[in-house]
Structure formats: C-alpha cells, structure tokens
C-alpha cells in the first residue's frame, strides 16, 4: 500500500453515545490498520455503563510499520474526529484537539455552515454526512456508513480495504446484513465532500483536558455516596435513536402495563383515572426524551396500540408526556444527549441529601 501520512501517528477519535457502534467501529478500524493497511494499529475506547445513551469515545491511532506505537493515551490532538450525531454539540471536550490539520465527519442533515456554527469549530476541513438517512435507505447501521467517510476522508483507506475487513469479521458472524452493510460503506464513501474551514478567529481552539469529578470511583470517601447523578431521569435520551420511534395509539390501550414493565427508561407515564367504569392507572402516552428507541415496547404492546414510525415523518413533540413522577416544575434539562444533567433546585438539593 502507497502510504499515507508523513508524522509519526495518524490519529482518529469517534465521539459518541452507546447504541451508535462507535466502540464496534473503532476495533474495525484497529483492525484494518493492522491486518489490511499494513500499519501499526491499536484502538481502544472509553465508555460507562454498556447502556444506551452513555457517552463513548473511541481511540485509534496508526504508525508506519518500522514505528511502533508505544503510548496509550486517548486522542488529543486527532487527525480525525468522527461524531456519530449532532447533538453530541456542546459537550465538554467533543471538539477538543480540532487544528487547522484536522478533518471533522459529523452525522448529521444539516448544512456545514450550520454544523461550524454548531460545534465552534475553529478551523479544519469538515465533512457531513446524514448517515442515519443513508443507514436507513441501505439496511445497514450509522457505523457503516460511518466507516466509508473516514477511509474516503482519510485519503489513503481504500474502500476495497474496508470492505475486506467488513467481509472478514461481520460477514462470517451476520451473514445476512452483508449486503446492507457493504452498500452502506459505499455510500458513506462517495457520499462527502470536504469544506476547509479557514482559522478566521471565529472561535478559539479547545485544548483537551481531563474531566476530573469531585467523587468518581477511584477517589469517593469509603462507604461515601458518589453525588454526580447519572440516571437516566437526567439524560434526555433522544440522541441515542436510530430513526425509529414507538407511535402511541390512547383509542387501542387496555393500560395493561406491559410497556411500563418492559420499557428500561420509564417513558410510559401512568395517572390515576378511569378505565372501563372503574379507577385504574391510565397510560396518557410516552416522554420521548427517555426513549431511546429500543422498541421493546412496541415488541410486547398486546393491542398494537404502540407501533413503530419513522421519527423524521412524525412530529413526537404534539404527543410527548412530560414525566409526571420525575419532573419537577422548575425541572429543565441543561443539555441535550448523553450525560447531560439538570438544572432544578429542588432536584439537586434531594440528591444531595
Ligand atoms: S402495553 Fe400497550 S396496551 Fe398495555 S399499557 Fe402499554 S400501550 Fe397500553
Ligand atoms: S422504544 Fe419503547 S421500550 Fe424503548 S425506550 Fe422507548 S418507550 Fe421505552
């Protein structure tokens, strides 16, 4: 392979939240590096809970074979960022590191105008892409399509190299997504184009630092209580779906509960009322913004009054629920997306307690 690049490391990092295959797509990447570009390779990402919806970052890094790669430390300075969704905007360090050098891919529909304005991007080359319209059209998932922009924006992935290693790992384990996934990686291939972002002072650039806590794990006083709350009550959970929202039909539900039971976010809000001639818990409809949209609720729903739509065609926020348990009135989210958190006197001063 003609190599590449002319420093000691070619960097990437993925910024994402779980259930977008940030994790999957960084080992993909680690693994083309070393078994089909002939490069030095490794990837390893930082993520919490395994849930969807809690952040992830992803971290490969490649050298030329006579380089070995002798540090293991996140991203800084990346040659390339990937964000795998735009609300990911405004989230301590996501566009931490950016240089008039790097190449930014956001998932996204809107505009590169918009998505500079968006992010504060100070400079670089900037490439958008709707990849989870594209993921839709093809049968495929955000990570594949994902994976064809980095090699076409890389300059020096050939897509037969990803295609290869997409074949060789996911193909013998899902045999039948194959040809969703190969066309999606095409797609994402030839499907951006890059617009350089001149250092015209417009915003300042972000040094990457490590975030610590007052308490996390590796420093809470024995038998202490770690304050920073990381519920799903304070996550707005909207950016982890992947297109597909549960429709809620009031006229078909029998307010069985099975959607509350099976539902791992509490998005089914239950009020006393009547149902039949007698009081009964009445199901008045979801709170899109703990819904991540597993649709293990339209799975178990017995009248088929939750289905499934596409998110893009129908317009949740007539027919959102705010929670009725959790939310307080002075309750705002501060943030959108994963680990965001809340703003409520009286929320914080519970948690505190
Ligand atoms: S599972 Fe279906 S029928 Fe039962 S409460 Fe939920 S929406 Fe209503
Ligand atoms: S899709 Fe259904 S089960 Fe899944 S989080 Fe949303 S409401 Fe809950």
């Known amino acids: 392979m003609g190599v590449c690049f002319d420093k000691d490391y070619y960097e990437i990092r993925l910024e994402s939240i779980g259930g977008l295959g940030a994790n999957l797509a960084g080992k993909?990447?680690?693994?083309?590096?070393?078994?089909?570009?002939?490069?030095?390779?490794s990837s390893f990402a930082s993520y919490g809970s395994e849930k969807r919806g809690s952040p992830v970052k992803s971290f490969i890094r490649y050298s030329k074979p006579d380089k070995e790669i002798r540090i293991?430390?996140?991203v800084i300075s990346p040659d390339m960022l990937v964000i795998f969704h735009d609300r990911l905007a405004g989230k301590p360090l996501v566009?931490?590191?950016?240089?008039?050098?790097?190449?930014?891919?956001?998932?996204?529909?809107?505009?590169?105008?918009?998505?500079?304005?968006?992010?504060?991007?100070?400079?670089?080359?900037?490439?958008?892409?709707?990849?989870?319209k594209v993921a839709m059209e093809n049968k495929t998932r955000v990570n594949m399509v994902l994976l064809g922009a980095v090699a076409k924006a890389s300059g020096f992935i050939p897509?037969?190299?990803?295609?290869?290693?997409?074949?060789?790992?996911?193909?013998k384990k899902y045999p039948k997504s194959m040809e969703g996934n190969l066309k999606g990686i095409r797609a994402g291939f030839n499907g951006i184009s890059g617009v350089?972002?001149?250092?015209?002072?417009?915003?300042?650039?972000?040094?990457?630092?490590?975030?610590?806590?007052?308490?996390g794990y590796d420093n809470a006083p024995l038998g202490g209580v770690n304050p920073i709350f990381?519920?799903?009550?304070?996550?707005?959970?909207?950016?982890?779906?992947?297109?597909?929202?549960?429709?809620?039909?009031?006229?078909?539900?029998?307010?069985?509960?099975?959607?509350?039971?099976?539902?791992?976010?509490?998005?089914?809000?239950?009020v006393k009322g009547e149902y039949k001639g007698k009081e009964s818990m009445v199901n008045i409809g979801p709170d899109y913004r703990h819904c991540k949209?597993?649709?293990?609720?339209?799975?178990?729903c017995p009248t088929e009054a939750i289905t499934f739509g596409l998110e893009s065609e129908n317009d949740i926020s007539k027919t959102n629920v705010d929670n009725?348990?959790?939310?307080?009135?002075?309750?705002?989210?501060?943030d959108v997306g994963a680990n965001s958190w809340v703003e409520s006197v009286s929320y914080t001063t519970n948690s505190e307690n």
């Open 196 to 215: 350089v972002i001149q250092n015209d002072g417009k915003y300042p650039f972000e040094k990457y630092e490590e975030v610590k806590r007052l308490w």
């Open 293 to 300: 949209g597993c649709l293990r609720c339209v799975e178990v």
């Open 28 to 41: 993909l990447l680690g693994e083309l590096g070393a078994l089909y570009l002939e490069l030095n390779a």
């Open 324 to 334: 009725v348990d959790l939310l307080t009135d002075n309750f705002n989210f501060d």
């Open 230 to 270: 990381g519920s799903s009550v304070s996550n707005d959970l909207s950016a982890s779906r992947e297109g597909y929202v549960p429709l809620f039909d009031k006229d078909k539900c029998i307010n069985c509960g099975m959607c509350d039971i099976y539902c791992p976010d509490m998005v089914f809000q239950f």
């Open 159 to 171: 897509l037969d190299s990803v295609e290869s290693v997409i074949s060789d790992t996911l193909g």
């Open 95 to 132: 566009m931490a590191g950016v240089s008039e050098q790097t190449k930014v891919i956001v998932n996204t529909k809107e505009s590169p105008e918009f998505i500079r304005n968006r992010f504060k991007m100070p400079a670089g080359e900037l490439f958008v892409i709707d990849a989870l």
């Open 72 to 74: 293991n430390c996140p």
